[in-house]
Structure formats: C-alpha cells, structure tokens
C-alpha cells in the first residue's frame, strides 16, 4: 500500500461475506465509515513516514524493513497452518506474495521519484481498469477516460518531481495492484482465515530483505531505522487492517470499495503534512478526477 501500500488493500478483496448482508443506516454504518477513513489515513502517512527513511535506507531498504516487520506480526499473530495444502495452493500463495512484495517496491521506487499524491493517483488506475473490465458496462469506458483525463492533467500540473521513472514505477505497481486484488480473492478462498495473506507476506519479506540489505546493509540494523520501520509497518499494515476488518462488519462491501477509492486525496494529504508537498489547483483537480472516476467505476460494478 499504499500504497503495500498495504494490506489495507486485502480485506475487502478476501471477505465477500458482506455483501450478502443488508446494513441498515445508523450508527453502525457510520461507525465503519470512521473506520475505514482511519485505516486509509493510517495507511497513506505510513507511507508518507516510509519515504523519510529513503535518505538513510534507500526505497528497497523501507521496503525490506516495511515487509519484514509485517510478516513477523502476521506470522505471530495468525501462526497458519502450513500441513495439508496442495501444490496449487503454495504456487498460488508464491505468487501471492510475488505480486504483495512486487507492488511495493516498486510503488516506493515511485514515490522516491514523485510526490506522495501523485504516485497513488497513477497507481489506481490499475486496480480501477481491472474494475471496468470485470463490470463489462459501456459506463466504466466512461469512468475510466475520467480517470486517464486526471492523470494527463496530473502530468501538466507542474510537478517538480514528476519524472518519467516515477510514473513508470507507479503505473506498474498499478499493474501488480490488480494482480495482487484477484490472487488475494483466490488465496481467501483456498486458505482458512488469514493464512494465505501471512504466507503471502512471508514470501514477500524473503524476496524484498535481500535487495534492502544489498541496498542499505548495515544501516537497517540501527536502532532508530529499526524502529521507523517497526511504526510504518504498524501504520501501513496493522493498524489499517484491523480497521478494516471492523468497519467489514459494519458496511456493504461496495460502500467499503468506494471509501477506497478515497486513496489518491488522502495520499496527497498525507504528503504535503508529512513530506511538505504541496498542491496546485490543477493538481487537486487532477486528483478529484481520480477519485471520481475510481468510485464511479466502484459503483458501476456492483449494480
């Protein structure tokens, strides 16, 4: 998430339960409103935090210690049962966690690049495009040129930082985003509870800690970076997650996909608090665009 950038971006493609169940209005639902918006604010300055750490550890160091620290708090914390899957069920877990670790080095490479904001926007239009294509409704070509006429004016805005690279980055780890969503369905449906995720995270963890070590070496063992990277894997992961597996229970799961769709504002938020990135006025379009457009495709889908 954001982001990884996150498990945040799990839950709702691993819990279909809520769709079947009918929420009426009230606290509840408002209750996993607040919900949902804290694992999405909590997620977005993790990753905002994540990128102070890049002048000390580079972006594949924040990765590694990022991932590392995740996988340790899921694997403690949900101990999965590793006896009794198939050989289909590891490949699908292997590529699982290719995609999870995939997606988040290469949205920190992004956003080592280009702004907070900015790398989100482009991001989201690969879980956004996969949306469209599984709705295969004439109305989500129309959300989807939204969405690109957003990032095309995010690309005129002026961005100082706005390079080639850093779009590249971020559109393929867009790309491995919508990967991520449909084997992280797959996995929920083969694996019991949250072990398909932990596994998957473990796999991630093995791939991403050679490449921090080779990157930062030393560095990551010091006890203030061990420790940013401790509270960014709480904020990224942890926090986010178990937020929105409490909102899960409160709200439809379409109301929960539109609350993501939030993703791009709440990063360029987070962004310009933490990292001292500001707006222009096209710029804020651009992103509202996004937004608009990724919770019209959202709700288009689920009709």
Not at 196 to 216: D, E, F, R
Not at 229 to 251: H, M
Request: net charge positive; glycine share 14%.
């Amino acid at each position: 998430m954001n982001g990884m950038t996150s498990m945040a971006r799990t839950s709702s493609a691993a819990t279909p339960a809520p769709v079947l169940v009918r929420h009426a209005p009230g606290r509840g639902s408002l209750g996993g409103v607040g919900l949902m918006l804290a694992g999405s604010v909590s997620v977005q300055f993790g990753s905002a935090c994540a990128a102070l750490l890049f002048p000390r550890t580079g972006a594949a160091g924040a990765v590694a210690l990022r991932v590392t620290f995740a996988a340790v708090l899921l694997l403690v914390a949900t101990r999965p049962r590793l006896r009794g899957h198939s050989r289909a069920d590891w490949a699908l877990a292997g590529g699982f966690g290719l995609a999870l670790g995939g997606m988040n080095l290469l949205f920190y490479q992004a956003i080592d690049r280009i702004p907070l904001g900015a790398a989100v926007t482009v991001e989201v239009l690969g879980p956004l495009l996969l949306s469209v294509a599984a709705s295969r409704r004439a109305a989500g070509l129309l959300w989807a040129g939204l969405a690109l006429a957003g990032v095309f004016l995010l690309g005129g805005g002026g961005f100082d930082r706005l390079n080639v690279a850093g779009v590249a980055f971020a559109l393929a780890a867009g790309a491995l985003w919508a990967a991520y969503i449909v084997l992280n369905a797959r996995a929920g449906a083969r694996f019991p509870r949250l072990d398909g995720l932990a596994i998957a995270m473990a796999v991630a963890a093995l791939v991403s800690l050679p490449l921090g070590l080779g990157a930062a070496g030393g560095t990551l063992l010091e006890p203030a970076v061990l420790g940013l990277g401790l509270a960014i894997a709480v904020l990224s992961s942890a926090v986010p997650y178990t937020l929105e597996l409490l909102a899960l229970r409160r709200l439809p799961a379409a109301t929960f996909a539109v609350l993501t769709s939030l993703a791009p504002a709440l990063a360029a938020v987070a962004g310009y608090l933490v990292l001292g990135q500001g707006l222009s006025l096209p710029q804020c379009a651009a992103i509202a665009l996004v937004v608009t457009a990724s919770a019209g495709a959202v709700r288009t889908g689920n009709r």
